[in-house]
Each structure stands twice: as structure tokens, then as C-alpha cells.
């Protein structure tokens, strides 16, 4: 085998690897998602019927001979639910009456085709019990809600894990500054830019007194500076932290957020002036080149924890804004991506090493718990929206009307999902 094959081969491997890194992840959010859902409900008397992780037709379906439950792993491993008994019930109090044969049958049932899909031999003396507990919708409705939020709340204390063990192991993310000095030609305006206050190497940690974490936390700070304003910056220089006067060389006005111009060339990082070119026409370029190098700096024990939660938060913030961004139009659907696009970039981060792998995954974690509490149809949010509704009403809304709000909206998710992967890979 030659040399290029090899590397080839290597590439292959390397991507194969990065794609079950990122079902990994997606695997265990899902789980401990549902697990938040599943242990929420014991604790408070719910009735489970089963505990599955991913949708379509089971690889593995186990029914527990302690407590009648089914635990299953199927094919598809986008998904997952904890099944209450009775959470998307839409039938009359008559119907509800006389259901319990049929639960029996079904129960009975379920025996069988566990034993098919686990290969296990069963006999007439083989006896499952039912699931105990109450039906979900016959539960107070602030019992419902906190069944509700407990996944979201198991995705962000399993991310705020990790987070804590991305920073105790490697560091708080931050970022260095990159200079270069102007091209030959350049005015005293461009070496006078260049001069300005920061230097290559220079860690950047807060801005008037604005802890850094994020790009978009430079452009909240920033925003709606002007040319000529100035900024204290604090810096890490020679292992030595030190505040710099830094002042701006154009106004900050970020479009939205991707638009990380709106960083360097105020602060001085690039700079662009009108030169002749070739023919002697008047164009833009780019003169005195910088930016934001991604870095680490490591903090004591409660420094860790501390910035742990901020940058959390941070996480989950970019998340609301960027679904803002997206409802008024700052930014375009190409700029997101479904669960095609979310794989292969996870792919992609998670093979280049542990610590990106612990940062993914952190990021996910959080966007899943921020994503899964807002008010859409078919999401956590919405259904603890219609038990608020139901505690302050002292009445359920019609239970049929609710089932058909939250099947448009999963419809909906779906459609929007396959949307936004067909425009990436267009793209």
C-alpha cells in the first residue's frame, strides 16, 4: 500500500470515528434527557410504561419482571421518550372507563414481542406486573412540570459537568490577540492602528470590566461604540494581568451574530484603507492583518466552578439569540443546521481531541436543555405552558385540541429540521 492510500485510509477512519463520537453524544443527551423524565416520575408516583432510547423498530426491548417496564434501544437515534401511561390521551372519561382490558391485552402482547426482538424464550408461567403509579394527565399539574423540566435540567447538570471538567483539565476558553505590522506602503494611520495598545500575545479577559468567554460577548460589550471611543481591556502580558486603553478605530455595529468584523477592526486587530491597485483604481484592502486566536488560561478551584455556571449560561444565551437572530431575519436559515449537519460538525470537533470533544458535547448539552423548555408545540416548554394553564384554569384545555397543537408542531420541527440540512448541503 502506498503512502496516499494510507493517508486516505487514515482520513477514513478518522472520519468514521468522529461520526460514532458524535452518535455517542448524541446518545447519552438523549438518555440522561429521557433519565431526567424517567426518575422525575418515580419519585413522584407516575405510571411508565416504557423507557426507550431512539424511535423506530427496537434493536434490543427488555420487559422488567420487578416492575412491568419496558426499557428498549431502537434504530434511529435521533429521539427518545419516557412513555407515561396516559400523557397523550385524548379519549372521554367513559372510554377511559373501559380501557383496562385492553391495557391487559396490550400488556400481554408487549410480553411477546419482547421476547422476539431480545431472542428470549418465554412460557405461559413467565408473569410481568403492571407499572405502578398514576396515569399522567390524573397527576397535579405542578407534579407534570416538574416531570417535564427534569430532562432539561438532567441535559445542563450533565453539561455543566463537563464543563467543569473541560476547565479544571485544560482551561477556561479565551482569546489571544494576533497581530501582523502593515504591508510596505501602508500609511502612518495603518502603524498608528497597529501600535494601538494591544500586542500579539496579549490574553484578553474582560473589557470595561466585562468578563470574555464568547465571540458574542465582545459584540454585546462593543456595541454601539463609536470611533474614537475608548475601552479599558484587560490583559494577560508576560504572565502579568494589566488593564490597556485601548482606542477605537471605527464604530462597532455587529449585523448580527457571525459578524465577527465587528470585533478586530474596531479594536485595531485589522485594519483596511483605499490604496491604487494595479490599474490604478481605488480599492479596500487589507493592510495591517490580526484577529482572536482561541486559548486557555486556568483559574483557581472556586474560580472553576464559578466560571463554569457563567459560561453555561453564556452557552444557552447564544442559543436564544441566534433563534432571535433567525425570527427577524439578522440571520439566514443557512446559518443553522438539523441533525445531518449537527452530527457532522460534532463529528468533526469531537475527533481533533479531548478537549474539543468535552467542549461539544458541553454545548450540545446546553443547547438541548435551552431548546427543549421553549414554548413550541411539541416540546417540553409547550406542554408545561398547557399545565400552567390547566393549575391556573383549575381545568385541562381540551385534551384533543392540545394533541393536534403539539402533532402540527413535531410535524412542523421535522419539516424545519430537513429544511435547514438541505440548505447546508445545497450550500
Known amino acids: 500500500m502506498n503512502v496516499s492510500n494510507l493517508l486516505a485510509n487514515l482520513g477514513s ?20 434527557h429521557e433519565f431526567g423524565h424517567y426518575i422525575a416520575g418515580k419519585i413522584l408516583g407516575f405510571k411508565i410504561n416504557e423507557f426507550s432510547i431512539g424511535f423506530g423498530p427496537a434493536l434490543f426491548k427488555k420487559r422488567s419482571k420487578k416492575t412491568g417496564e419496558i426499557f428498549a434501544l431502537r434504530i434511529i437515534p435521533l429521539g427518545g421518550y419516557c412513555a407515561f401511561d396516559g400523557e ?9 372507563d373501559g380501557e383496562e382490558p385492553f391495557e391487559e391485552m396490550r400488556s400481554q402482547g408487549d410480553v411477546s414481542q419482547s421476547a422476539q426482538d431480545t431472542g428470549e424464550e418465554t412460557s405461559p408461567q413467565d408473569e410481568y406486573p403492571q407499572p405502578k ?80 468567554y464568547l465571540v458574542t460577548d465582545y459584540m454585546s460589550v462593543l456595541d454601539g461604540k463609536k470611533k474614537g471611543d475608548v475601552v479599558g481591556v484587560l490583559v494577560i502580558r508576560d504572565g502579568k494581568k494589566q488593564t490597556v486603553d485601548v482606542t477605537l478605530v471605527q464604530d462597532s455595529n455587529p449585523r448580527n451574530m457571525s459578524d465577527s468584523g465587528s470585533i478586530v477592526y474596531p479594536l485595531g486587530l485589522a485594519y483596511r484603507e483605499d490604496m491604487l491597485d494595479e490599474n490604478g483604481e481605488t480599492v479596500s484592502k487589507l493592510v495591517n492583518g490580526g484577529g482572536l486566536v482561541p486559548t486557555d488560561v486556568k483559574d483557581g478551584f472556586f474560580g472553576t466552578i464559578g466560571h463554569s455556571f457563567v459560561y453555561s449560561f453564556k452557552i444557552g444565551g447564544t442559543v436564544l439569540r441566534s433563534l432571535g437572530e433567525l425570527l427577524t431575519g439578522k440571520l439566514g436559515l443557512d446559518a443553522v443546521g438539523g441533525p445531518a449537519t449537527t452530527i457532522k460538525l460534532t463529528s468533526e470537533v469531537a475527533a481533533s481531541g479531548m478537549q474539543n470533544f468535552l467542549s461539544i458535547a458541553a454545548f450540545i448539552g446546553v443547547n438541548l436543555a435551552v431548546f427543549n423548555l421553549l414554548p413550541v408545540p411539541a416540546l417540553d416548554g409547550c406542554k408545561v405552558i398547557f399545565c400552567i394553564i390547566e393549575w391556573i384554569r383549575k ?27 438541505l440548505l447546508q448541503f445545497i450550500g
Not at 397523550?88 to 377511559?96: G, L, P, Q, V
Open 13 to 32: 477512519l478518522r472520519s468514521f470515528g468522529g461520526v460514532v463520537l458524535a452518535i455517542v453524544i448524541l446518545l447519552a443527551m438523549i438518555t440522561i
Open 88 to 96: 397523550d390521551e385524548i379519549e372521554s372519561e367513559e372510554e377511559k
Open 133 to 212: 403509579g398514576a396515569r399522567f394527565n390524573d397527576q397535579a399539574p405542578w407534579k407534570r412540570i416538574i416531570v417535564l423540566i427534569a430532562g432539561a435540567l438532567m441535559n445542563y447538570l450533565l453539561a455543566l459537568t463537563l464543563i467543569i471538567t473541560l476547565f479544571s483539565a485544560f482551561g477556561r476558553p479565551v482569546y489571544m490577540v494576533e497581530k501582523q505590522p502593515p504591508i510596505d506602503g501602508a500609511s502612518q494611520e495603518a502603524w498608528d492602528v497597529y501600535e494601538n495598545g494591544l500586542k500579539t500575545g496579549d490574553i484578553i479577559l474582560e473589557i470595561n470590566g466585562k468578563d470574555l
Open 395 to 421: 381545568k385541562p384545555v381540551n385534551r384533543k385540541v392540545e394533541a393536534i397543537i403539539n402533532f402540527i408542531g413535531l410535524i412542523a420541527l421535522f419539516g424545519f429540521a430537513i429544511l435547514v440540512d
